[in-house]
């Protein structure tokens, strides 16, 4: 079996720290290096629910796309939620890795792991990573359909494919407008519609999108169609690639590791209610 260090030494090949963005929290939060690591376990979120997952599937490693600390922190005392998380991982020998803005740019990185969710055809990164000679890499993917359809179908596309959450689907735009052009961005999107009008697209899916800057997207002279998933629906697919990922470096060196995936919905949405059409609008309280 590897040591925790050459599985690192691997997942830091594939997703390079210092490709993570400056603000960014990624790397190993807790583990002895020497340890032996047998089985590893991928997840979205470090939360409890996963840590307590990882206790019972007899993981030694956990991988995941999100930080646990993010924006630093003065204790992992046992009483906070994440300090927990770390007395949990410790106490039973499990490491921490995360993935996260370095991922996100990989090639392939989480949005070519929602492209293929989607049965998408990439043909480039939406925002082209400049210190990449082959402009694989970089944030977000352009992508086409391999017959248009309407963005009702797209939608629907996206509510089949993608894990389900109590969110669902929205979508802003006209749902007969046909759609051949797709960029797609796993997690919060809404920073990057310049750079989506100039991909002459005709619809974006991301996640996270927020009332003003959906608003003005819309309002531009071509209006772009917008379909919002769930922030961790659209960076779980990468999960599964991840995973892949490792289990090839596994087979090459011989290390006969076991990965797993977790199912366990973390986001942190848990129940939907439908709108009900008033008789009046004018009937409505102010």
Same mark, same amino acid.
């Given at each position: 079996m590897p040591r925790l260090s050459e599985v690192i030494a691997a997942l830091d090949a594939l997703w390079p720290p210092s490709r993570a963005e400056q603000w960014d929290a990624v790397g190993t939060v807790?583990?002895?290096?020497?340890?032996?690591?047998?089985?590893v376990l991928f997840a979205v979120d470090p939360v409890h629910e996963i840590a307590d997952e990882a206790v019972k599937l007899g993981a030694d490693l956990i991988i995941t796309h999100h930080p646990l600390y993010l924006r630093g922190t003065t204790t992992v005392e046992a009483g906070t939620f994440k300090g927990?998380?770390?007395?949990?991982? %410790?106490?039973?020998? %499990? =490491?921490?890795?995360? =993935?996260?803005?370095? =991922?996100d740019t990989a090639d392939p990185g989480v949005s070519d792991a929602l492209a293929g969710a989607l049965d998408l055809r990439i043909t480039g990164p939406l925002v082209p990573d400049p210190s990449d000679p082959d402009g694989r890499r970089g944030l977000g993917r352009i992508c086409e359909l391999d017959h248009p359809e309407t963005l009702r179908e797209f939608a629907a596309r996206a509510a089949a494919w993608l894990p389900p959450t109590a969110q669902g689907i929205r979508v802003a735009g006209d749902p007969d407008m046909p759609v051949r052009r797709v960029a797609v961005s796993g997690g919060s999107g809404d920073s990057l519609f310049e750079q989506v009008r100039a991909a002459g697209v005709d619809v974006f899916l991301t996640a996270d999108?927020?009332?003003?800057?959906?608003?003005?997207?819309?309002?531009?002279?071509?209006?772009?169609?917008?379909?919002? =998933?769930?922030?961790?629906?659209?960076e779980w697919p990468w999960c599964e690639q991840a995973a892949a990922q490792l289990d090839a470096i596994s087979e090459r060196h011989g290390w006969g590791l076991r990965?797993?995936?977790?199912?366990?919905?973390?986001?942190p949405w848990t129940a939907h209610a439908p709108s009900v059409t008033p008789p009046s609008i004018s009937g409505a309280p102010n």
């Open positions: 807790c583990g002895d290096p020497d340890a032996e690591v047998s089985r927990r998380v770390v007395h949990t991982l %410790i106490k039973n020998d %499990i =490491a921490l890795h995360v =993935a996260h803005t370095n =991922a999108l927020r009332h003003h800057p959906v608003s003005e997207a819309r309002e531009q002279s071509r209006p772009l169609a917008l379909v919002d =998933a769930a922030h961790w629906a659209t990965t797993h995936v977790s199912r366990t919905v973390t986001d």
